[in-house]
């Protein structure tokens, strides 16, 4: 029964993403960025979909119920941040821009050097994103079907696959309203059963009011604040929700989307983690990992298991097929160089752009299959994707919007190259990551050692800061480039207004 639910909700995203794929008739920036029509329903729901994922659900029970309310809901929170940041201060003048991707905006600021360099890094980022939803396929599939962990991510990459790579965007829009639905119906069933049954207590020293998890570094404090930096400011250069950004019909719903989004981010986040210490007693001390499947698989009845397996596919499901479009559009757009949508005329052969970023689709998913593989964890590899665009692209980004007459292609390489060595370093220096065994790249020493985990994040942003800051300085001002707006808002709409 578990099984044939989860089977039907799938096929149902599928589906409607299929229906949804005509709209993009044969035109690049329909399927890009949806012809920038999204509505607030849509867009708040693109959003959200990229920031619940399996990550923040099944890697937010896994933390929570080992180390703390703090611990895993950080993940969820961080990223509820992050768009609430966006919303106050960025998605309004980045919608107005009229991009297609995220690094469209380096380039215009910063020069083509600057634009591939952070397009490769942005490409690296989100292939470790992606395997991190992949793995939570691939760990339900194994438990539920009975199929091996490596076919789980196979079919989940399938799945997203087959309305991507013909609907893009539009399929994304109206699938992830489908699959936010199903989200928050899992998610509040879930925690009502949960207290209904075994009632919402919390363990001594984890609960959400334990503050030394915040304070005390042999409470994690480090790695929790970490967590909470990197995702709640390093994501606001993430790929994903700035094409989102972008699809929005106006500057205006794109600032409220971000703030809707951050809302109920913050709610499902929060439900998944007062479930995961409510359930510490009923599981044990050691259970089979993920422990929300745990659950699921021995306590919870069938309908209720349909119910949430079927918001964590869908919760999966929404974050690969934005970061598949979003990092395919990279690649072609930003690093290949092919940049003029044609018109639309119904028959994709004739916009090469549109037929590259499709094509480019199963390379990604290939690489983040490699990834999902070498390093089957939920929760880490989202925050370690963040952790390298908060160390070398997020200075550049806000020195482009607000303090444009410094901002030079030669503090902007300072900043990347700086943050990104120093990173790096301390990453191979550190022998674990956010609290698990660094299995991906570990070089033994004896410098560091595991009570350093978290600090990296922190120093590496600084480096950047310095580096960027310091060139700045060093270098005479210059006339910020004045940046063109979109067409259909230039003449109507005070958010229009250019960075300059």
Do not use: K
Not at 56 to 82: E, H, R, Y
Not at 354 to 361: E, H, N
Not at 363 to 379: E, F, H, N
Not at 382 to 409: E, I, N, Q, S
Request: charged content about 10%; some cysteine.
């Amino acid at each position: 029964m578990i099984i044939v639910g989860v089977g039907v909700g799938v096929l149902l995203v599928v589906a409607v993403g299929l229906w949804f794929a005509r709209r993009v008739d044969g035109d690049s920036t329909n399927f890009l960025v949806a012809g920038r029509s999204l509505a607030l329903p849509l867009s708040a729901a693109g959003l959200m979909g990229q920031a619940v994922d399996s990550n923040a659900t099944l890697g937010n029970t896994d933390l929570t119920f080992s180390l703390g309310f703090w611990a895993g809901a950080s993940l969820p929170l961080g990223l509820a941040l992050c768009l609430l940041l966006t919303g106050l201060l960025f998605a309004a003048r980045m919608n107005a821009m009229g991009l297609y991707t995220l690094p469209d905006f380096y380039r215009r600021i910063y020069g083509r050097g600057v634009e591939m360099t952070a397009s490769v890094l942005m490409i690296a980022s989100f292939c470790i994103l992606l395997a991190g939803n992949l793995v939570a396929g691939g760990y339900l599939f194994e438990a539920f079907l009975g199929a091996s962990y490596t076919g789980g991510v196979l079919i989940i990459v399938g799945v997203v696959l087959a309305y991507t790579i013909t609907g893009g965007m539009f399929s994304d829009a109206y699938t992830a309203l489908v699959q936010m639905v199903i989200t928050v119906i899992g998610s509040v069933s879930l925690l009502v059963w949960v207290a209904a049954t075994y009632g919402l207590s919390t363990p001594e020293g984890l609960g959400p009011f334990d503050l030394e998890q915040l304070t005390s570094a042999s409470a994690g404090a480090p790695i929790n604040w970490a967590t909470l930096v990197s995702l709640g400011i390093g994501d606001i250069v993430a790929i994903d929700f700035m094409q989102r950004i972008f699809s929005a019909g106006s500057p205006s719903i794109a600032r409220r989307a971000c703030f809707v989004g951050a809302a109920m981010t913050a709610g499902v986040g929060v439900v998944y983690a007062l479930v995961a210490l409510a359930i510490v007693p009923v599981l044990g001390p050691e259970p089979a990992t993920p422990v929300l499947f745990a659950l699921l698989e021995g306590f919870a009845p069938a309908w209720l298991a349909v119910l949430v397996l079927s918001a964590i596919v869908a919760a999966s499901c929404s974050t690969a097929n934005g970061v598949i479009l979003g990092t395919a559009s990279v690649a072609v757009r930003n690093i290949r160089g092919l940049r003029d949508p044609a018109i639309g005329t119904g028959d994709s052969r004739t916009d090469p752009l549109l037929r590259a970023v499709r094509w480019t689709m199963p390379l990604v998913c290939a690489l983040a299959i490699l990834l999902a593989l070498r390093v089957p964890q939920t929760g880490i590899l989202l925050t370690l994707a963040f952790d390298l665009l908060l160390a070398c692209l997020l200075v550049p980004f806000v020195a482009g919007h607000w303090w444009p007459r410094r901002a030079t292609a030669a503090a902007a390489v300072a900043a990347v190259v700086v943050g990104l060595v120093v990173r790096l370093t301390l990453f191979v220096l550190t022998p674990t990551i956010f609290g698990a065994e660094n299995t991906l790249l570990y070089v033994p020493n004896d410098l560091v050692g595991p009570g350093f985990d978290g600090y990296p994040t922190f120093i590496g942003f600084a480096a950047s800061l310095l580096a960027f800051v310091v060139v700045a300085l060093l270098r005479p001002p210059r006339q910020p480039a004045v940046l063109p707006v979109r067409e259909d808002l230039a003449a109507t709409s005070t958010d229009a207004r250019p960075v300059t």
